[in-house]
């Protein structure tokens, strides 16, 4: 039916594994420093129910890890079986950072290793919680590391292409290229937002669900209170990725925008439909918001689509991958901040009359867990085919890189099946871990509640 | 030493670790599922259990480090063993991937499944024999390189009496490295029982190891003449080799002296592997690919061994405190800490 097509192919199961495998990365980045602000908690109001909460987290968070590292190891070997042109490529320019990741990494698993061990081993709880301070810091180094080689991809910096050939390279300009602050600053505070929201979506659950247990409502505030300063840093650090885009990337930015014009005050486009000439239909227009998005001014010219030769261009549809991740980021900034709100006891808050343990909002945070995993995804997808057809920017064609073996097809059905099966048997497992050991339980073996309290 | 050479031995002397620590968590798989269906369970598995628990993400890194390394130092060999290797390299995934989730699975989600346990004694034995297709496929002959075009000769890999040795090598040596470990576990964990029977399978996996290292080392002569000859030269590091194995094999056999014994089987397989890597140069892939002409840039080159050091100071404090908590820690080993895991 198809005609083999190995770039085709490889683009596909790229796609798959990667999408599977930042479900569990975003959550490996972002739960260490849930666990540790938890634990932390527990050791300075010295309230058991922290502590708890702490170790249930990190009960999960190894099934988690392990599902991301083996994923993580899949996509380090994949990247050379179906791209060799292009690690060929970056392993002369962006090798280093790569390298990094897998010390920060090692220095991660070493740690973890360590901290679940010893929860009861040590006489000062100030001691084990130090240990898990190596955990976060090599969790989000990793994330920083290999973000920075996505930055690359987008603006590939710190060499020179002479007839073809990588000459003059510099490891630390290709590492800190113009794409990394603003990459490397939302990727890992969307890993904390992301995490804070599914960890919160859990105790919402519960409590809707029936179960009014202080350690729930504890875990839903602490989830939401810190819920709330991630969004807010996202937006802030959205708005300079937009600005970013704009210097640098202006194609990607006007594919996201439906932008085709080149002109000052422009608009932002919201959703919409595009006919075939390019028109936007039905589409909700704020006028100036793309120009303010892009200069901080309305007058600030931006580049339309038109400029550039159409074989250089995504395709269009990364607009609506951009919108669901703005949508989703905007949602969880208000649910967040208005559960907030609404249990901030103070004479002048207006909305803290609002039940913020209602069942409405409960719906709402629980419903945000699964749409903030959405919103990563969107992002991700928006970041890798708002690039086409560069694998590298102006350097490389996603085609040019691609492996040229047979088989690819093959390989993507077994590595479709192996994430199908792990996908199911992590779910069940970390559903049985905590439903036949729920809380109540623990609370009572651990001698932190009596029975029936 | 040119920045060729500190290269490769870097990455030489992790891809050692590695197979080191892997052969242990491999073989220790292993012998939890045999245990398991001979009905000597009781016997090891929690010993197993707990020696592998704080530390397979670590061995796992051994492996990432060897190959993003490999393509930091050495950009081509992406493309040349990249675009060869798809199939056992994706099978190889498939493997590591199934055996560190489902170990997981099976620890941490505190259900004792005899599916789990198969798959991950099972895949300990897998992974070795489909990673080792890429050291048979250094050593040339098993690719054709046309304009542009790598491919792997699966004829002549499926075909080849050496490749097969090479697979007979790997998983007996797994078995033996594994076995003389867990046997110096189970003392320091004073756990008669256990050592009784993992000192059996050290026993049973030693001469099928060394029988197997010498077929594979002549079967090379057939192989690849040069290579071997550049073996032959280093003739006394595979004697010393050989040493190293009867001392280790005595003193297991005499109860006496676990720990050296591993000590000495470390030595046993750090010198044949290092004959064996030096025999290899300057080839990374014969006769297509030198370490000379895969090497990167010097800028990076210089990078990369800085991180490196600095790395490595970063790291060796940190795997000391994991073996001092996990390995030395008397109490640990002996599993008076084991019940109050996470």
């Known amino acids: 039916m198809f005609e083999y097509d190995p770039v085709l192919y490889s683009r596909?199961?790229?796609?798959?594994?990667?999408?599977?495998?930042?479900?569990?990365?975003?959550?490996?980045?972002?739960?260490?420093?849930?666990?540790?602000?938890?634990?932390?908690?527990?050791?300075?109001?010295?309230?058991?129910?922290?502590?708890?909460?702490?170790?249930?987290?990190?009960?999960?968070?190894?099934?988690?890890?392990?599902?991301?590292?083996?994923t993580g190891t899949a996509i380090g070997l994949q990247l050379s079986l179906l791209w060799p042109n292009f690690m060929q490529a970056a392993g002369h320019t962006i090798g280093l950072p790569l390298f990094m990741e897998v010390f920060a990494f090692f220095f991660e698993a070493i740690f973890l290793g360590i901290y679940l061990y010893t929860w009861d081993r040590f006489k000062s709880k100030m001691k084990h919680f130090l240990l898990v301070i190596p955990v976060v810091i090599g969790a989000t180094a990793s994330a920083f590391f290999i973000t920075t080689v996505n930055g690359f991809m987008n603006t590939p910096y710190g060499f020179d292409l002479v007839d073809g050939v990588l000459t003059n390279v510099s490891p630390l300009q290709a590492m800190f290229n113009p794409a990394t602050p603003t990459k490397v600053s939302h990727v890992i505070?969307?890993?904390?937002?992301?995490?804070?929201?599914?960890?919160?979506?859990?105790?919402?659950?519960?409590?809707?669900?029936?179960?009014?247990?202080?350690?729930?409502?504890?875990?839903?505030?602490?989830?939401?209170?810190?819920?709330?300063?991630?969004?807010?840093?996202?937006?802030?650090?959205?708005?300079?990725?937009?600005?970013?885009?704009?210097?640098?990337?202006?194609?990607?930015?006007?594919?996201?925008?439906?932008?085709?014009?080149?002109?000052?005050?422009?608009?932002?486009?919201?959703?919409g439909v595009l006919t075939e000439d390019n028109e936007v239909n039905y589409a909700l227009e704020i006028p100036y918001a793309l120009s303010?998005?892009?200069?901080?001014?309305?007058?600030?010219?931006?580049?339309?689509?038109?400029?550039?030769?159409?074989?250089?261009?995504?395709?269009?549809?990364?607009?609506?991958?951009?919108?669901?991740?703005?949508?989703?980021?905007?949602?969880?900034?208000?649910?967040?901040?208005?559960?907030?709100?609404?249990?901030?006891?103070?004479?002048f808050n207006p909305i803290k009359r609002f039940n913020g343990f209602s069942n409405k909002m409960l719906w709402a945070i629980a419903a945000g867990g699964p749409i903030a995993m959405l919103g990563t995804q969107s992002g991700w997808f928006f970041a890798e085919i708002g690039r086409q057809p560069w694998i590298i920017n102006g350097v490389m064609t996603v085609s040019e890189a691609a492996t040229s073996s047979q088989h690819v097809d093959i390989m993507l059905v077994l590595f479709s099946i192996l994430y199908a099966i792990l996908g199911v048997t992590s779910f069940i497992v970390l559903r049985r871990m905590f439903k036949h050991y729920p809380v109540e339980h623990e609370l009572v073996e651990r001698g932190i509640e009596r029975e029936g309290a | 030493?040119?920045?060729?050479?500190?290269?490769?031995?870097?990455?030489?002397?992790?891809?050692?670790?590695?197979?080191?620590?892997?052969?242990?968590?491999?073989?220790?798989?292993?012998?939890?599922?045999?245990?398991?269906?001979?009905?000597?369970?009781?016997?090891?598995?929690?010993?197993?259990?707990?020696?592998?628990?704080?530390?397979?993400?670590?061995?796992?890194?051994?492996?990432?480090?060897?190959?993003?390394?490999?393509?930091?130092?050495?950009?081509?060999?992406?493309?040349y063993y990249g675009s060869a290797l798809l199939i056992p390299g994706s099978i190889s995934i498939i493997l590591i991937a199934?055996?560190?989730?489902?170990?997981?699975?099976?620890?941490?989600?505190?259900?004792?499944?005899?599916?789990?346990?198969?798959?991950?004694?099972?895949?300990?034995?897998?992974?070795?024999?489909?990673?080792?297709?890429?050291?048979?496929?250094?050593?040339?002959?098993?690719?054709?390189?046309?304009?542009?075009?790598?491919?792997?000769?699966?004829?002549?890999?499926?075909?080849?009496?050496?490749?097969?040795?090479?697979?007979?090598?790997?998983?007996?040596?797994?078995?033996?490295?594994?076995?003389?470990?867990?046997?110096?576990?189970?003392?320091?964990?004073?756990?008669?029982?256990?050592?009784?029977?993992?000192?059996?399978?050290?026993?049973?996996?030693?001469?099928?190891?060394?029988?197997?290292?010498?077929i594979a080392f002549f079967g090379m002569n057939q192989r690849n003449p040069s290579h071997f000859q550049n073996m032959t030269d280093l003739s006394w590091l595979y004697g010393l080799s050989v040493v190293f194995f009867l001392a280790a094999v005595i003193l297991i056999w005499k109860r006496k002296r676990y720990g050296l014994a591993f000590i000495f089987v470390m030595l046993q397989f750090a010198t044949a592997f290092f004959a064996y890597g030096a025999a290899h140069l300057?080839?990374?892939?014969?006769?297509?690919?030198?370490?000379y002409d895969g090497v990167t840039n010097d800028a990076m080159a210089i990078s990369l061994i800085i991180v490196f050091i600095a790395g490595l100071l970063l790291l060796i404090p940190s795997l000391y405190l994991l073996m001092r908590l996990f390995l030395f820690d008397t109490n640990y080993v002996k599993g008076h800490e084991a019940d109050k895991k996470a």
């Not at chain 1, 309230?47 to 392990?66: K, N």
């Not at chain 1, 339309?304 to 949508?327: S, T």
């Not at chain 2, 990673?131 to 004829?155: D, F, I, K, M």
């Open chain 1, 292 to 347: 303010i998005l892009a200069g901080g001014t309305t007058g600030e010219e931006v580049i339309g689509l038109n400029e550039f030769p159409e074989e250089e261009l995504p395709p269009l549809f990364v607009h609506y991958l951009f919108d669901i991740m703005v949508f989703i980021g905007m949602y969880l900034l208000l649910v967040s901040v208005a559960f907030v709100l609404m249990n901030w006891h103070n004479r």
């Open chain 2, 98 to 214: 199934l055996r560190g989730s489902y170990y997981a699975f099976a620890t941490y989600g505190s259900k004792d499944s005899h599916l789990y346990t198969f798959l991950y004694g099972g895949t300990g034995l897998l992974i070795p024999a489909s990673l080792t297709t890429v050291l048979t496929v250094a050593v040339g002959g098993y690719v054709s390189v046309e304009e542009n075009h790598v491919q792997l000769l699966y004829g002549e890999l499926f075909t080849s009496i050496y490749s097969w040795s090479v697979v007979a090598l790997a998983i007996v040596s797994v078995l033996f490295i594994s076995g003389s470990f867990m046997t110096f576990y189970a003392h320091k964990a004073g756990d008669q029982p256990a050592l009784d029977l993992l000192r059996k399978y050290a026993l049973a996996w030693s001469f099928p190891t060394i029988i197997a290292c010498v």
């Open chain 1, 12 to 70: 596909i199961l790229t796609a798959i594994t990667l999408s599977f495998h930042i479900i569990f990365a975003t959550v490996g980045v972002g739960a260490p420093l849930m666990i540790a602000i938890a634990e932390w908690m527990g050791i300075k109001r010295n309230d058991p129910h922290y502590t708890l909460l702490a170790r249930r987290w990190a009960r999960g968070f190894v099934v988690v890890v392990a599902v991301g590292v083996v």
């Open chain 2, 1 to 79: 030493m040119s920045y060729e050479l500190i290269g490769i031995t870097v990455l030489w002397t992790f891809l050692y670790g590695y197979l080191i620590v892997a052969s242990i968590d491999f073989g220790a798989g292993f012998f939890s599922y045999y245990s398991r269906i001979t009905n000597n369970k009781h016997k090891v598995h929690h010993m197993i259990q707990r020696y592998l628990s704080p530390v397979w993400e670590v061995t796992n890194v051994f492996l990432v480090f060897f190959f993003v390394g490999i393509v930091g130092f050495f950009p081509d060999t992406a493309y």
């Open chain 2, 282 to 291: 300057p080839y990374l892939l014969y006769p297509h690919l030198t370490i």
């Open chain 1, 189 to 271: 505070i969307t890993c904390y937002l992301t995490t804070a929201f599914i960890l919160a979506a859990i105790a919402a659950f519960k409590l809707m669900r029936g179960s009014n247990h202080i350690y729930h409502k504890k875990a839903l505030h602490m989830t939401m209170v810190t819920g709330a300063v991630f969004a807010i840093a996202t937006a802030a650090i959205g708005d300079l990725s937009g600005k970013f885009l704009h210097e640098y990337q202006p194609e990607k930015l006007a594919a996201a925008e439906w932008h085709f014009e080149t002109t000052s005050e422009a608009p932002l486009v919201l959703g």
